[in-house]
C-alpha cells in the first residue's frame, strides 16, 4: 500500500530549530538524513518544502477564484516535506512515522 507522510512543523518546533547552535541543527539534519537512509527501501519519493511564505493560495469555495500570497490555513502548523512510502499496511507506516526524528506532527494518508 502507498501512504504519504507528510511533516508537520509547529511554531514552536521551528523556533527551537531557529535557536540552536550550527552543531545541533547540523545533528537535527543528520538524524532525518539518517531516517531517509534508514527506510530508503520503502521511499518511493520524498521533498522538503520551500519556507511558508513562499506560498500561494487559490481559495475555491467563492464565486470567483481568489489568489492570496501565503499558505493561509487555519491554525498554526504547516506542512513543510513529505514522503512517499510503499509498506504492507497501515500499522508499517505508523511504525515509520513514530520514529521520524523532526517535525513533532507526522499526518498520514492513504496514496492511490
Known sequence: MKYVLMFVETEEFARRLEEMGELE???AYEAVGRWFAEHADKITHHTHLAPVHT???????GAEPMITDGPFVEGKEVVSGFAEVEVADLDEALRLARSWPACPVVEIRPAS
Open 25 to 27: 541543527q547540523q545533528a
Open 55 to 61: 506560498a500561494t493560495t487559490v481559495r475555491l469555495d
